[in-house]
């Protein structure tokens, strides 16, 4: 074709003229807003998304409880950067139609690699708290973990959400008697596992909360009337439910920061799990783990499992990142215990990471917190529904059918 050829023809497609009536008509389909919390959930794609809604929605005392971490925040700045610094490794050709994403933990199936991890004050972040999340992982059909800090009680949760699979994290106190009868409590109520938190000799310095002139429960001072201003609807909720307390602590009388520093034992040691392995006869898992010396110990003095974590951050800033630790930790324990991981995790991207490199289960906090600040129990649902749909996708996009499948060569970590 010559030159001249060239730059004479015009395809048809590039001619210029009017649009016909027809063609305009399948483009015009314009909708009336669509408002309301399910529609706000729906357009949720990300647990990113669901804490900019959480962030809108929720005063800023308890926002920033949730959100924030210990002094610079550098432990949990890590924890995340450490998730985002792997290289995934795909396998190709291989036939992916179906993923199963459940996971054996502690005896038991899970329908998802993931449960729910122990949170404070939850009822503070959004009304249904507790309940909203033992009744969303009932449903999904995975672990939900009660805090002692919680203000849902025992009884209460298991009665809520009767068909779930209801852990209970303690803290054990200075004073045996209490601890011994929460873990009475716990039994009869039907609680399979016990999570004993051993990273809190004292409390950590959360600095936002701090600023933020935080208070259990809220108090209404010029500074959060203002703020409620913006959030009509967390506050209708706050005052026109039950007010909040510590539900499993109902004997406990003083402040806040009493009622910690007779909780968070300074004098804990190896003695003392020794003695609450003797005492407990279901699965025992310690969370707090920040060192391969320490999740040898704790198995060898009785641990079914251990759970990898810093306390998302939220005690000593620039502590170990549960992700970098995990492959040596696996390395030496996959198969004498059960390795659960958590800190970080804010996307379903995250999990198969974790699994990948050696964990057996994960468990997410602010994830799920997020989503019952955008929107109570209906958020928590989506919340879980966004973690296993990026889950399912990683895994197909890696090449995996089912978790049991993945394993280190489908990870690499970065440089760190």
Same mark, same amino acid.
């Given at each position: 074709?010559?030159?001249?050829?060239?730059?004479?023809?015009?395809?048809?497609?590039?001619?210029?003229?009017?649009?016909?009536?027809?063609?305009?008509? *399948?483009?015009?389909?314009?909708? @009336?807003?669509?408002?309301?919390?399910? &529609?706000?959930?729906?357009?949720?794609?990300?647990?990113?998304?669901?804490?900019?809604? &959480?962030?809108? /929605?929720?005063?800023?005392?308890?926002?920033?409880?949730?959100?924030?971490? &210990?002094?610079?925040?550098?432990?949990?700045?890590?924890?995340?950067?450490?998730?985002?610094?792997?290289?995934?490794?795909?396998?190709?050709?291989?036939?992916?139609?179906?993923?199963?994403?459940?996971?054996?933990?502690?005896? +038991? /199936?899970?329908?998802? *690699?993931?449960?729910? &991890? *122990?949170?404070?004050? =939850?009822?503070?972040?959004?009304?249904?708290?507790?309940?909203?999340?033992?009744?969303?992982?009932? !449903?999904?059909?995975?672990?939900?973990?009660?805090?002692?800090?919680?203000?849902?009680?025992?009884? $209460?949760? @298991?009665?809520?959400?009767?068909?779930? /699979?209801?852990?209970?994290?303690?803290?054990?106190?200075?004073?045996?008697?209490?601890?011994?009868?929460?873990?009475?409590?716990?039994?009869? !109520?039907?609680? $399979?596992?016990?999570?004993?938190?051993?990273?809190? *000799?004292?409390?950590?310095?959360?600095?936002?909360?701090?600023?933020?002139?935080? =208070?259990?429960?809220?108090?209404?001072?010029?500074?959060?009337?203002?703020?409620?201003?913006? /959030?009509?609807? #967390?506050?209708?909720?706050?005052?026109?439910?039950?007010?909040?307390?510590?539900?499993?602590?109902?004997?406990?009388?003083?402040?806040?920061?009493?009622?910690?520093?007779?909780?968070?034992?300074?004098?804990?040691?190896?003695?003392?799990? %020794? #003695?609450?392995?003797?005492? #407990?006869?279901?699965?025992?898992?310690?969370?707090?783990?920040?060192?391969?010396?320490?999740?040898?110990?704790?198995?060898?003095?009785? @641990?079914?499992?251990?759970?990898?974590?810093?306390?998302?951050?939220?005690?000593?800033?620039?502590?170990?990142?549960?992700?970098?630790?995990?492959?040596?930790?696996?390395?030496?324990? +996959?198969?004498?215990?059960?390795?659960?991981?958590?800190?970080?995790?804010?996307?379903?991207?995250?999990?198969?990471?974790?699994?990948?490199?050696?964990?057996?289960?994960?468990?997410?906090?602010?994830?799920?917190?997020?989503?019952?600040?955008?929107?109570?129990?209906?958020?928590? $649902?989506? @919340?879980?529904?966004?973690?296993? =749909?990026?889950?399912?996708?990683?895994?197909?996009?890696?090449?995996?059918?089912?978790?049991?499948?993945?394993?280190? %060569?489908?990870?690499?970590?970065?440089?760190?």
């Amino acid at each position: 074709m010559t030159k001249s050829s060239e730059t004479n023809f015009t395809p048809p497609a590039l001619r210029r003229r009017l649009p016909r009536p027809s063609e305009l008509a *399948p483009l015009m389909q314009f909708k @009336a807003p669509a408002l309301g919390t399910a &529609a706000r959930l729906r357009r949720a794609n990300t647990i990113g998304d669901l804490r900019a809604i &959480a962030r809108r /929605r929720t005063p800023k005392a308890p926002f920033d409880y949730t959100d924030g971490a &210990a002094e610079a925040e550098i432990t949990l700045a890590r924890a995340r950067q450490a998730f985002l610094d792997l290289e995934f490794r795909p396998g190709i050709l291989r036939n992916v139609k179906d993923v199963d994403l459940g996971a054996e933990i502690l005896g +038991k /199936r899970a329908s998802l *690699p993931f449960g729910i &991890a *122990p949170t404070g004050f =939850t009822r503070m972040m959004q009304s249904e708290g507790e309940y909203a999340g033992s009744r969303a992982a009932a !449903a999904a059909g995975i672990p939900y973990t009660l805090s002692t800090m919680g203000t849902a009680s025992i009884e $209460d949760v @298991a009665a809520a959400a009767p068909d779930g /699979r209801n852990w209970f994290q303690l803290y054990l106190w200075t004073d045996r008697d209490r601890s011994l009868a929460l873990v009475d409590r716990a039994a009869k !109520a039907g609680v $399979d596992t016990l999570m004993v938190t051993v990273d809190t *000799p004292v409390g950590g310095a959360r600095l936002r909360d701090v600023r933020n002139g935080m =208070t259990i429960p809220p108090a209404l001072t010029l500074k959060t009337v203002l703020d409620a201003s913006y /959030r009509p609807a #967390w506050w209708f909720n706050f005052l026109t439910h039950e007010p909040l307390s510590f539900a499993n602590l109902s004997r406990y009388s003083g402040t806040v920061t009493e009622l910690i520093n007779s909780m968070f034992d300074p004098t804990l040691s190896f003695e003392d799990l %020794d #003695w609450l392995r003797a005492t #407990w006869q279901g699965k025992l898992v310690v969370k707090g783990i920040q060192t391969i010396d320490d999740a040898k110990r704790v198995v060898d003095h009785g @641990a079914d499992g251990i759970v990898l974590s810093n306390h998302g951050g939220r005690q000593l800033d620039r502590a170990p990142v549960p992700l970098h630790l995990l492959p040596e930790v696996a390395a030496a324990l +996959k198969g004498r215990t059960a390795i659960l991981l958590d800190t970080g995790i804010m996307s379903g991207g995250d999990i198969v990471a974790a699994l990948a490199l050696g964990a057996d289960f994960t468990l997410i906090g602010r994830a799920y917190l997020y989503g019952l600040m955008a929107g109570g129990r209906a958020g928590v $649902d989506r @919340a879980i529904g966004i973690l296993g =749909t990026e889950a399912a996708l990683t895994m197909r996009l890696l090449g995996v059918n089912k978790v049991a499948d993945l394993n280190p %060569d489908h990870v690499r970590l970065l440089e760190h």
